[in-house]
């Protein structure tokens, strides 16, 4: 995925590395030091000082990329986080400032907005809901006064904190709404629950009145597709990126095993059952970075970005799950253990091919997009 990247993104992949390799190693993942409230704050922090929450964000609200692609930018930014799988709500927080620098209120680009730029606060995407609307599971009500009470139930949610801004996507009468409301607010109720992915968390927040002000409402009560399906592909192109990230790394280690492991006086990589495996896995790996690329660089300034965006999803979530399964073969019985790596990238790629779509899910939104 960096084979034509500017000397700008390089030295922002650097940078983003040695700090990911200081601050939040693989030993630290594993051990789940990432969990403590305080080295979340302080990890938010030093990454929002990177730039990795402002590459979606106008220079004129605070924000800024280096390139002029801040799609493409916090793609490449997701790659290296997948491969050191890296914690934290990097893509909530990126696809909630987008939303409220594009159609937020007064009072969210002045009050939100620089909390999340700035990392003292994160945020994550209500989204997840059953179907194919993303705006089912919570019901707004609306009120005289613009105010909106929201009741209902999202899943999935990713990475919540009690400090977390919630952009909750939401149904009224008249259509798809998106709103912001803090995890601790009155009437919200967040549950953690159990998941295959031991290096993020997962939650389910439901609403039980929960109520919020006018000036809470992302864009215009009842009409907010076009935002969200901008902020799907936003969403989509970066969790295929943190992808292909943990399967370049998933696979660059697995090759290395065959080739330092000896059965019956040679490496078993030379034996055809393993390399042609393995061949056929390295041409679905430079696939899946190609398409992402493409993704990313349609979505920051292409109308064709969501549909995009979809096949990126689409094609990298089975390429994916491929890929960790036939790692998993070649380790054989120490991919089984729980001390070796290995099953950690497993979980994740797993996780994240099904996190905001799976494989037949955008085909049928590709379909949806298309009008057939």
């Known amino acids: 995925m960096e084979t034509d990247v500017t000397d700008d993104q390089r030295?922002?992949?650097e940078v983003s590395s040695r700090f990911m390799t200081d601050t939040c190693p693989l030993v630290a993942v594993r051990e789940g030091a990432w969990r403590d409230v305080g080295f979340a704050a302080t990890y938010r922090r030093q990454a929002a000082e990177l730039g990795w929450f402002s590459m979606l964000v106008p220079e004129a609200l605070g924000g800024g990329?280096?390139?002029?692609?801040?799609v493409l930018d916090a793609a490449l930014v997701a790659y290296r986080r997948g491969r050191a799988l890296q914690p934290g709500s990097f893509v909530g927080t990126n696809v909630?400032?987008?939303?409220?620098?594009?159609?937020?209120?007064?009072?969210?680009?002045?009050?939100?907005?620089?909390?999340?730029?700035?990392?003292?606060?994160?945020?994550?995407?209500?989204?997840?809901?059953?179907?194919?609307?993303?705006?089912?599971?919570?019901?707004?009500?609306?009120?005289?006064?613009?105010?909106?009470?929201?009741?209902?139930?999202?899943?999935?949610?990713q990475d919540v904190e009690e400090a977390s801004w919630l952009l909750v996507t939401c149904s009224t009468g008249s259509g798809?709404?998106?709103?912001?409301?803090?995890?601790?607010?009155?009437?919200?109720?967040?549950t953690e629950l159990g998941t295959l992915d031991l290096s993020r968390r997962y939650f389910e927040v439901t609403f039980d009145g929960a109520k919020v002000d006018a000036a809470a409402?992302?864009?215009?009560?009842?009409?907010?597709d076009d935002l969200i399906t901008r902020q799907l592909a936003i969403a989509t192109t970066l969790v295929a990126a943190e992808m292909v990230g943990a399967m370049d790394q998933d696979f660059a280690t697995t090759v290395q095993y065959a080739k330092d492991r000896i059965a019956f006086g040679r490496p078993i990589g030379s034996f055809q059952g393993i390399k042609h495996q393995l061949a056929d896995t390295s041409l679905a790996l430079e696939m899946s970075k190609a398409i992402t690329v493409a993704a990313a660089r349609a979505v920051d300034h292409d109308d064709f970005g969501p549909s995009a965006a979809s096949m990126a999803k689409a094609f990298v979530g089975e390429a994916g799950v491929d890929l960790v399964q036939t790692c998993f073969?070649?380790?054989?019985?120490?991919?089984?253990?729980?001390?070796?790596?290995?099953?950690?990238?497993?979980?994740?790629?797993?996780?994240?091919?099904?996190?905001?779509?799976?494989?037949?899910?955008?085909?049928?939104?590709?379909?949806?997009?298309?009008?057939?």
Request: with cysteine; net charge negative.
């Open 11 to 13: 030295a922002l992949l």
């Open 65 to 70: 990329n280096v390139s002029g692609y801040g």
């Open 96 to 157: 909630v400032a987008y939303a409220i620098a594009e159609e937020g209120s007064e009072w969210a680009r002045t009050t939100v907005l620089p909390a999340l730029l700035s990392g003292e606060a994160p945020a994550s995407w209500a989204v997840d809901a059953p179907g194919y609307r993303l705006d089912a599971g919570v019901d707004a009500r609306v009120l005289d006064d613009g105010g909106v009470v929201l009741t209902g139930t999202k899943r999935a949610v």
């Open 176 to 190: 798809a709404t998106q709103l912001l409301i803090r995890a601790d607010s009155p009437g919200v109720t967040i």
């Open 217 to 224: 409402v992302v864009g215009t009560p009842g009409a907010g």
């Open 329 to 372: 073969q070649v380790y054989g019985g120490i991919g089984y253990t729980w001390e070796h790596d290995q099953h950690l990238y497993l979980r994740r790629i797993t996780t994240d091919a099904g996190l905001f779509g799976d494989a037949n899910w955008h085909r049928e939104h590709l379909c949806q997009l298309a009008g057939i």
